[in-house]
């Protein structure tokens, strides 16, 4: 049974390249993710995490290359085929991405009452489901305005269940959260991982998040992946890139953001 | 030649074409009014009950400014008894529409513009986006839906009170008999060219509630660059808004006086 559901790719970037203007920002970016399986993409900042996420929901199209959600392509399709994909995707956006206006039962709520999949008490219930779960009941008439940037990040989750996703995509879900907020968020994943049986991909620079959650990690460094392996492995790798980013020295041969500096230990 | 063509004529055309699209989406998605009629009275009250002040002290005293100015223009023929007329033909064809338009588009053409400008810098607008929840039958047909009704209904509200700001400096500072200023202004409106007048403002007010609905919506949904951009955004919502509204004008009265 395992090793059925190990076998099916939920999730695949295949030879995916992507430019803005001059700036290249994939440069050939390779991934499966296996159903059920919690994929953490690592790298330096502006190395295209991000950007890989959005070419996953969709949000933007390769100049070159393909994204998958179980095995149907979902660059450059139609609307009606991209919205039929999505219906298997949550995504939990870094900020959390809340509409500022509606309470926090609202933002819950936002995508059934939108696709009317449900109204009144079956609304109601799934909600409930959905906050009590997260532990949000108390927060539930609050404006996002006025909860902390975790609860935020917690609301962000219960919004991407309601519709009942298979696939999780999680974007910086740690980041400006204190240590035990970050293990709140972490346990979570692990949770929705064990008891629903989610698959997800996070992308994080948070490498004892990292190291907790994963089932594999992608190390991705100027556009493309250096690294696919276990957290053992990652830590094994005699990679230089891999040894000074996961240490977070300053000294060796990264190149930091794209920048010009170079910083390498002859200086 | 080139660069000039890419960095300022380009960008130009892509706004229009964007801004073009935008409305036509906003019209396609009108089937969805009565499930968003919540969103569309929210919209309705912020254009018209939070404007509702600054529109009747401008419109007041906009009437009573050029009521003064006419007046004693006027009495240097002995005419001084026409204002009331001259008055109502000027506010219900031109003036209210313009002045409502351009007050609604610096305060809440602004904040709109900002506040789509912010969604989109803030990921929200992706957000929604990814749940499949379109963002033009989300914020923007609401928005255009709102402002096309409120605007000229704050048109035939700002006529009223310009005119009442006449009758008051016709009668108080000009000695124009209140009776005969109202008998003028109500000849006028029930007659067949001042009832041209009144819908031809109120036709104004419809396409200048489109107009600056649009143009913020379209202003806001194109932000990049978070804060910095959010402030541009916001600025050039408005002075696209003014533009637009100003030739729109012109374009409106060419065809119906011709």
């Excluded at chain 1, 830590?235 to 990264?254: C, L, N, Y």
């Excluded at chain 2, 588009?105 to 379109?134: F, N, P, Q, R, Y």
Aim: aromatic share 8%; net charge neutral; hydrophobic share 45%.
């Amino acid at each position: 049974m395992r090793t059925e559901k190990l076998d099916t790719i939920a999730i695949e970037m295949r030879n995916v390249h992507k430019a803005f203007g001059e700036r290249k920002i994939l440069k050939g970016m390779n991934i499966k993710v296996k159903k059920g399986e919690t994929m953490v993409i690592v790298g330096p900042s502006g190395t295209g995490k991000s950007v890989s996420l959005k070419h996953l929901t969709g949000l933007l199209d390769p100049d070159e290359g393909e994204c998958f959600i179980f095995d149907e392509s979902i660059s450059f399709c139609d609307e009606k085929k991209k919205k039929k994909l999505r219906s298997k995707l949550g995504v939990l956006f870094q900020s959390g991405a809340l509409i500022n206006w509606l309470t926090v039962y609202e933002n819950v709520a936002l995508p059934l009452r939108e696709h009317k999949i449900a109204d009144g008490e079956e609304l109601d219930q799934i909600v409930m489901e959905k906050l009590k779960w997260l532990d949000l009941v108390p927060a539930k008439d609050t404006l996002p305005g006025n909860i902390s940037g975790g609860m935020k990040k917690r609301v962000g989750l219960a919004r991407a269940l309601t519709s009942r996703p298979e696939i999780v995509m999680y974007d910086e879900p740690t980041s400006g959260l204190d240590p035990v907020m970050s293990n709140v968020i972490n346990d979570l994943v692990i949770r929705m991982q064990k008891e629903l049986g989610l698959t997800s991909i996070v992308v994080t620079h948070d490498m004892s998040s990292a190291y907790r959650i994963a089932d594999r990690i992608s190390f991705l460094y100027e556009g493309q992946v250096l690294f696919c392996g276990t957290s053992d492995d990652l830590q094994k790798s005699a990679d230089p890139v891999i040894q000074q980013f996961i240490h977070g020295r300053t000294e060796g041969p990264m190149i930091l953001d794209h920048s010009e500096l170079k910083v390498s230990k002859s200086r | 030649m080139k660069t000039f063509y890419r960095e300022n004529i380009s960008p130009a055309l892509y706004a229009v074409g964007f801004t073009v699209i935008l409305l036509f989406r906003a019209f396609s998605q009108t089937h969805h009014v009565f499930f968003k009629r919540r969103e569309i009275l929210e919209q309705m009250f912020i254009a018209g009950i939070g404007s509702l002040f600054v529109v009747s002290i401008v419109s007041i005293f906009t009437g009573m400014i050029m009521g003064l100015n006419t007046g004693l223009g006027l009495r240097d023929f002995g005419a001084e008894g026409q204002i009331g007329l001259l008055l109502t033909i000027t506010l219900t064809r031109e003036m209210s529409p313009f002045m409502t338009s351009l007050i609604l588009a610096a305060s809440v053409g602004s904040a709109m513009a900002a506040e789509i400008g912010t969604m989109k810098v803030s990921e929200e607008i992706d957000a929604l986006e990814v749940m499949s929840i379109d963002p033009v039958r989300y914020l923007v047909m609401p928005r255009v839906f709102g402002f096309s009704v409120m605007v000229p209904i704050l048109c035939i509200y700002s006529s009223a009170l310009g005119i009442l700001g006449g009758a008051i400096v016709g009668h108080f500072q000009l000695g124009i008999d209140m009776m005969s200023y109202f008998q003028d202004v109500f000849y006028r409106i029930s007659s067949i060219p001042g009832l041209k007048d009144l819908y031809t403002g109120i036709f104004k007010g419809y396409v200048f509630g489109l107009i600056i609905a649009t143009v913020s919506c379209s202003q806001g949904l194109r932000t990049t660059g978070g804060a910095i951009g959010v402030g541009q955004t916001t600025r050039q919502a408005v002075v696209t808004s003014f533009l637009m509204v100003i030739f729109f004008g012109y374009v409106i009265t060419a065809i119906f006086y011709k």
